[in-house]
């Protein structure tokens, strides 16, 4: 139980355009999802906080014009790189947390944007 | 301040061998804190976690961690590590949101 999933893997694109990233809850609901940026050989920063059906809350320092994040129902968070730059490769990691007593947070697979 | 410190960047250990990574935290409250594993290019697993109770708790995959609050630490231990073991492991405290130390780099020799 408390599989998360994201979407894509892995994926390269041209600076200037935008990339969306999914994360699935697969088989809990998640009323809370978390979005994390992850540098090489470093540790996770969070960089926003998807409640379902209100907006993200972001950490200080991240810019939510750059980085969108639409949790529009219980099982599907999504990320959403606009204009992205060579300085937004990174791997980008999404958990879930079940809703009703735990504060567990389980996680994604985690997605390697390289902008070229 | 909330802030969670693991003090070995890399730690190499024989296989066979026992091992404690160590995980320092800085915390007001009774601390919720997690263990977790990330291989190469994957995400977090979750090995262990503390939230209260017995201070000794048992994980995944033969690993335990101690809580021991005098010390206010939460060190990651296994009898004898595998190969498979090698990976890099995060100490987390949750404080409404999830604070990570920077993650120690296990390497397993045969």
């Known amino acids: 139980g408390a599989v998360v999933s994201q979407h894509p893997s892995r994926v390269i694109c041209k600076s200037g355009t935008s990339v969306k990233i999914e994360c699935r809850s697969l088989?809990?609901?998640?009323?809370?999802m978390f979005w994390y940026r992850q540098f090489p050989k470093k540790s996770l920063m969070l960089m926003a906080t998807?409640?379902?059906?209100?907006?993200?809350?972001?950490e200080q320092g991240v810019e939510k014009d750059k980085f969108l994040i639409n949790h529009a129902s219980l099982t599907l968070s999504t990320l959403t790189v606009t204009s992205a730059h060579p300085e937004d490769s990174s791997f980008y990691i999404c958990?879930?947390?079940?809703?009703?007593?735990?504060?567990?947070?389980?996680f994604g697979p985690g997605t390697r944007l390289t902008v070229l | 301040a909330q802030s969670v410190t693991q003090p070995d960047i890399h730690i190499t250990v024989s296989e066979g061998a026992s091992l404690e990574l160590r995980c320092n935290y800085s915390?007001?409250?009774?601390?919720?804190l997690f263990w977790y594993v990330q291989s190469p290019g994957q995400g977090l697993q979750l090995l262990l976690k503390y939230f209260s109770g017995d201070t000794l708790v048992q994980g995944i995959k033969g690993f335990e961690a101690e809580f021991k609050r005098s010390q206010s630490s939460f060190n990651l231990r296994k009898p004898s590590v595998h190969w498979s073991d090698a990976a890099e492991y995060f100490c987390a405290l949750d404080t409404d949101k999830l604070i990570f130390g920077t993650g120690t780099r296990l390497q397993v020799f045969p």
């Open positions: 998807s409640n379902e059906g209100s907006k993200a809350t972001y």
């Open positions: 088989d809990f609901q998640a009323t809370t």
């Open positions: 915390y007001g409250a009774t601390p919720y």
């Open positions: 958990s879930a947390r079940l809703p009703v007593g735990t504060d567990t947070q389980y």
